[in-house]
C-alpha cells in the first residue's frame, strides 16, 4: 500500500517528505508544513505488525486453526497475530491524515498521480505473484484468466494485496470530497468513483442479460475504513498528543484490548473482524501512544529512509513468508521452540523486505515497485 505522504507528491512513491525549514521571505504563514517523523515512526511500526501478523498467520495454518494439533504453535500464532490487528486501521487513519490534512490535493491532476504510484505497484506485483504461483504449479485456472480476474479485484494473488483494493477507492474519495470543498469540479475523478460504484450491478446485470460468468468486483470500501480514515485525520491532526506523564494511561486499555482481541480469534471466530471494537480501541491506543512523539534528531534520517521503503517492503514480504517461513513452520514444536523461532523468522521477514525495497530503491524502481 502506498503509506501515506505528507507532501506533494514527488516520482518516488512512498518517500515524499514534509521538510521542517524556515519559509521564503513573503510566504504565507499556512504554506509552511512541518514534517511529521511520528507519521514516519507509525509507518515503520505498522509494516512491521503486518509482517508480524502474517508470520503468526502461518503458525496457525500449520495447526489447521484447531489447537489440538499443536497447542504451543497455535497459540503462538494467535498471540502474534492479535498483536496486529491495529495495522489496517491505522493505514486508514493515515491515509486519512494524509489527504484531508497531512497533504491535501490541489487538482485533480495530483490525486491521479497518486493513484497511479499506488496502482502501478498493485499490478506489478499481482502479476510477479501470479508468475511465482504459475511456476510453482499453484494456480488452480489458467493464470490469463486469472489476471483478467485480478483487474476486477475478484482475486487477489497474495494475501495481502486485498487492501489495495480498498485503499486506492478511499483515498480517491476523500481527495474527491476536498477538491470540491475547495471550489475545484473533479470530473474524471468523479466519474471513475461513480464506475466504481455501480460496476458490481454493472457486471451482474451484464451477466443475467448474455449468461456469461463475470468476475466479481472488489474494488471498494466499508464504513469502517471511511470512519478509521477521517477519525484517524482528526487525531493525527491534533496539535498535541496526549502528555507523556499521562501515556501509560493507555497501557492498561491497549493491553485489555489486545487481550480482546486474542479472546475473539481463539474463541470466537478467526480472524476478528476491523470494525470491531476491540479492534478499534487498540488502534486509538496505539495511535494516542505513537503520534506527536518526539523522535531524537540523530534518528530521523535513518527513520524517513525506512518510512519511504515502507511500501516496497510490504508488498514484497509475503514472498519471504511463503517461500521462507512457511516451510521451518512445524505444528509439532512447544511453546517456547515456536516463539523463539517466530521471533527470528520475524526478523528475517523484516530484514530480507526491507533489504529488497532499500536496493530496487537505490535503483530508482520505486515507482514500479513501491
Not at 95 to 104: R, T
Not at 112 to 122: A, F, K, Y
Not at 185 to 191: E, H, S, T, V
Request: aromatic letters at 12%.
Amino acid at each position: 500500500m502506498q503509506i501515506p505522504e505528507q507532501s506533494a507528491p514527488s516520482s518516488q512513491p512512498g518517500s515524499s517528505q514534509l521538510r521542517s525549514s524556515q519559509p521564503a521571505e513573503g510566504k504565507p504563514a499556512a504554506a509552511r508544513r512541518e514534517h511529521r517523523y511520528d507519521i514516519d515512526l507509525m509507518r515503520l511500526i505498522c509494516s512491521c505488525a503486518v509482517m508480524l501478523g502474517h508470520v503468526g498467520a502461518t503458525f496457525i495454518s500449520a495447526v489447521d486453526r484447531q489447537e489440538a494439533n499443536g497447542p504451543g504453535a497455535y497459540w503462538v500464532g494467535h498471540i502474534a497475530d492479535s498483536a496486529n490487528e491495529f495495522a489496517v486501521p491505522m493505514y486508514f487513519a493515515m491515509a486519512g491524515w494524509a489527504v484531508l490534512v497531512g497533504a491535501p490535493p490541489r487538482d485533480s491532476g495530483q490525486i491521479w498521480q497518486r493513484i497511479v504510484r499506488n496502482g502501478l505497484p498493485l499490478f506489478i506485483w499481482t502479476g510477479a505473484y501470479l508468475s511465482l504461483a504459475w511456476m510453482r504449479s499453484r494456480n488452480e485456472e489458467p493464470i490469463t484468466e486469472l489476471a483478467v480476474d485480478s483487474l476486477f479485484g475478484s482475486v487477489r494473488p497474495a494475501y495481502h494485496l486485498w487492501f489495495m483494493y480498498a485503499y486506492i477507492p478511499i483515498i480517491a474519495v476523500l481527495a474527491f470530497a476536498m477538491l470540491v470543498k475547495a471550489g475545484k469540479r473533479p470530473w474524471r475523478l468523479g466519474l471513475a468513483l461513480l464506475a466504481t460504484a455501480t460496476a458490481p450491478s454493472v457486471l451482474t446485470t451484464f451477466g443475467e442479460l448474455t449468461g456469461w460468468d463475470t468476475p466479481s468486483f472488489g474494488w471498494g470500501f466499508g464504513t469502517y475504513s471511511l470512519v478509521y480514515a477521517v477519525g484517524g485525520a482528526l487525531l493525527f491532526a491534533l496539535p498535541t498528543g496526549v502528555p507523556h506523564r499521562h501515556r501509560w494511561l493507555l497501557l492498561p486499555v491497549l493491553l485489555a484490548a489486545f487481550a480482546g482481541c486474542l479472546w475473539y480469534n481463539t474463541q470466537v471466530q478467526y480472524v476478528i473482524p476491523n470494525a470491531h471494537l476491540f479492534v478499534a480501541a487498540l488502534t486509538l491506543c496505539v495511535l494516542l501512544l505513537v503520534s506527536r512523539v518526539r523522535i531524537p534528531v540523530r534518528l530521523r534520517p535513518v527513520l524517513s529512509k525506512l518510512a519511504g521503503a515502507a511500501l516496497g517492503a510490504y508488498m514484497v514480504h509475503v514472498f519471504f513468508v511463503e517461500e521462507l517461513v512457511r516451510p521451518m513452520v512445524s505444528a509439532s514444536r512447544g511453546g517456547l521452540v515456536s516463539g523463539v523461532l517466530l521471533i527470528g523468522l520475524l526478523l528475517a521477514t523484516v530484514t530480507l523486505s526491507y533489504a529488497a525495497s532499500l536496493l530496487w530503491g537505490q535503483l530508482r524502481l520505486r515507482r514500479f515497485l513501491g
